[in-house]
T-cell receptor, first 113, second 113 residues
Framework: KAGVTQTPRYLIKTRGQQVTLSCSPI?????VSWYQQTPGQGLQFLFE???????NKGNFPGRFSGRQFSNSRSEMNVSTLELGDSALYLC????????????FGDGTRLSIL | GNSVTQMEGPVTLSEEAFLTINCTYT??????LFWYVQYPGEGLQLLLKATKADDKGSNKGFEATYRKETTSFHLEKGSVQVSDSAVYFC????????????FGTGTQLKVEL
């Protein structure tokens, strides 16, 4: 059974640009969550999508947005990039019942110059 | 809100030593508890889980018991190996937070020969 796939693995952007990250969940999983990992702030929850609807949202500015498609694949978009957006962005999938384990991809490393 | 506190690292042990990484949590209700492990350049891997009080999660020689009276979920292993060197994260979900994972700050473990 294939795991969670995130593309691309690495991205380099400059300030002010926008970026789109992609996540393909484990087959059959309907929930996709996104997390930001930085050395200073650790792992922080961005948002969760379930059946194409945002179900939960963390404390991030509106520049961070996402969506989910009917096949459960999800994209995350960050607009007007700032230096502080440099991070590892992790996607996780699960069946969607609260308390179930979530399974993570290897992440997208975003560097802002 | 929910929170997780885990012991500061880094922790350096000799091979075959006993490992304990402390984790305590604050949550309303009855969260599910998890330990995740992260190897360099990779995403998070689920190590073990427990969904209710007194449950013991175990995997690959690692164990943790859900202690509601002390709100703790300490990770233990009787004999560590060099290959266990990684960063370990304690996390919870549920308890009013839905599917969102709340993580501790992570504990880096280094095992030497």
């Amino acid at each position: 059974k294939a795991g969670v796939t995130q593309t691309p693995r690495y991205l380099i952007k400059t300030r002010g640009q926008q970026v789109t990250l992609s996540c393909s969940p484990i087959s059959g999983h309907r929930s996709v969550s996104w997390y930001q990992q930085t050395p200073g702030q650790g792992l922080q929850f961005l948002f969760e999508y379930f059946s194409e609807t945002q179900r939960n949202k963390g404390n991030f500015p509106g520049r961070f947005s996402g969506r989910q498609f009917s096949n459960s694949r999800s994209e995350m978009n960050v607009s007007t990039l700032e230096l502080g957006d440099s991070a590892l962005y992790l996607c996780a999938s699960s069946g969607g019942t609260p308390g179930q384990p979530q399974h993570f991809g290897d992440g997208t490393r975003l560097s802002i110059l | 809100g929910n929170s997780v506190t885990q012991m500061e690292g880094p922790v350096t042990l000799s091979e075959e030593a006993f490992l304990t990484i402390n984790c305590t949590y604050t949550a309303t209700g009855y969260p599910s508890l998890f330990w995740y492990v992260q190897y360099p350049g990779e995403g998070l891997q689920l190590l073990l889980k427990a969904t209710k009080a007194d449950d013991k999660g175990s995997n690959k020689g690692f164990e943790a018991t859900y202690r509601k009276e002390t709100t703790s979920f300490h990770l233990e292993k009787g004999s560590v190996q060099v290959s266990d060197s990684a960063v370990y994260f304690c996390a919870l979900s549920g308890a009013g937070g839905g599917n969102k994972l709340t993580f501790g700050t992570g504990t880096q473990l280094k095992v030497e020969l």
